[in-house]
Nanobody
Framework: QMQLVVSGRGLVHSGGSLRLSCTVS????????IGWVRQDPGKEREGVSC????????YYSPSVKGRFTFTRDTSKNTFYLQMDNLKPEDTALYYC???????????????????WGKGTLVTVSA
């Protein structure tokens, strides 16, 4: 059973920072794509960022590029989304997702991700 455990829920002011963590359990295969997806009422679901674990290639959506950074700690099988210069528009439930494919340099096909963690709430006040 694949399990994704997410932590990092928080409330911050505009311009502040927050880091989300996603710990991924082992499965019958090594997931090659790990990503972060966010959703807020009244807004479309958005693939924020992802990493292709075979070569650490990362993708960022235009809305967060330059402000968010996706890294990992292989010894802990944990992935981090460092969010800097947060804006009210970043307020949403953030989900960690994994699959054998879906992440590339220019696109994140999050619709096809098979394994999802529970959402963690990020609120950014004006």
């Amino acid at each position: 059973q694949m399990q994704l455990v997410v932590s990092g829920r928080g409330l911050v002011h505009s311009g502040g920072s927050l880091r989300l963590s996603c710990t991924v359990s082992r499965s019958t295969y090594d997931s090659s794509s790990i990503g972060w997806v966010r959703q807020d009422p009244g807004k479309e679901r958005e693939g924020v960022s992802c990493m292709r674990t075979s070569d650490d290639i990362t993708y960022y959506s235009p809305s967060v590029k330059g402000r968010f950074t996706f890294t990992r700690d292989t010894s802990k099988n944990t992935f981090y989304l460092q969010m800097d210069n947060l804006k009210p528009e970043d307020t949403a439930l953030y989900y960690c997702a994994a699959d054998s494919a879906g992440c590339g340099v220019e696109a994140f096909y999050y619709e096809n991700m098979d394994y999802w963690g529970k959402g963690t709430l990020v609120t950014v006040s004006a």
